[in-house]
């Protein structure tokens, strides 16, 4: 089975600091195949990151995405109120689709 | 750009089937780039694909829920639906239609608003 493990599972930073979010990927996958996405209470999630670096249409550059092994970094580099959210990795593999746990971002 | 959004009943009883479709527009259904998909997320939990369907009918579920689930595609109305039999209250959830691009790079990029269904006799 193909498991996502996001930490922390909630992470408490001020406006304008740094924000470094991880997922492990219990196996190898291809780059190709990992998004990270963000959710607001009462809202859809929307795509953030794909192909784990590149950003989508809309997303400030301040979001950005890497990979080192099985584990993919998501960084937002300075905090804007409007960041603090749920955030879900997502990988693709042999025809199924898996999310992450989530990590929620909260104002400190 | 794709607009999504799922129909269908609020409350379903428990040992039915739910029934929800998805309506696309601003794109056609029968894109050779994408995918249709299904997610849910219980109250206050995180996000479970349900499973994903290409135009040409070939589907993909979640081995979880792969005795239960059916997606179906309707390219002349651009619809797919899903339908979840023998429900229970831990199917409670917000479900999304979302579409799923499918090229070099694989990813969920537009998603309906959600519709909460309760499973509740």
């Known amino acids: 089975e193909f498991v996502l493990t996001q930490s922390p599972g909630t992470l408490s930073l001020s406006p304008g600091e740094r924000a470094t979010l991880s997922c492990r990927a219990s196996?190898?996958?291809?780059?190709?195949?990992l998004a990270w996405y963000q959710q607001k209470p009462g809202q859809a999630p929307r795509v953030l990151i794909y192909g784990a670096s590149s950003r989508a249409t809309g997303i400030p550059e301040r979001f950005s995405g890497s990979r080192s092994g099985t584990d993919f970094t998501l960084t937002i580099s300075r905090l804007e109120p409007e960041d603090f959210a749920v955030y879900y990795c997502?990988?693709?593999?042999?025809?199924?689709?898996?999310f992450g746990q989530g990590t929620k971002l909260e104002i400190k | 750009q794709l607009q999504l959004q799922e129909s269908g009943p609020g409350l379903v009883k428990p040992s039915e089937t739910l029934s929800l479709t998805c309506t696309v527009s601003g794109g056609s259904i029968s894109s050779s780039s994408y995918y249709w998909g299904w997610i849910r997320q219980p109250p206050g939990k995180g996000l479970e694909w349900l499973g994903s369907i290409y135009f040409s009918g070939s589907t993909f579920y979640n081995p979880s829920l792969k005795s239960r689930i059916t997606i179906s595609v309707g390219t002349s109305k651009n619809q797919f639906s899903l339908k979840l039999s023998s429900v229970t209250a831990a199917d409670t959830a917000v479900y999304y239609c979302?579409?799923?691009?499918?090229?070099?790079?694989?990813?969920?990029?537009?998603w309906g608003q959600g519709t909460l269904v309760t499973v509740s006799s």
């Open positions: 196996q190898s996958i291809s780059s190709s195949y």
């Open positions: 979302t579409s799923l691009y499918a090229d070099s790079v694989v990813f969920f990029d537009y």
């Open positions: 997502q990988q693709y593999g042999s025809s199924l689709y898996t």
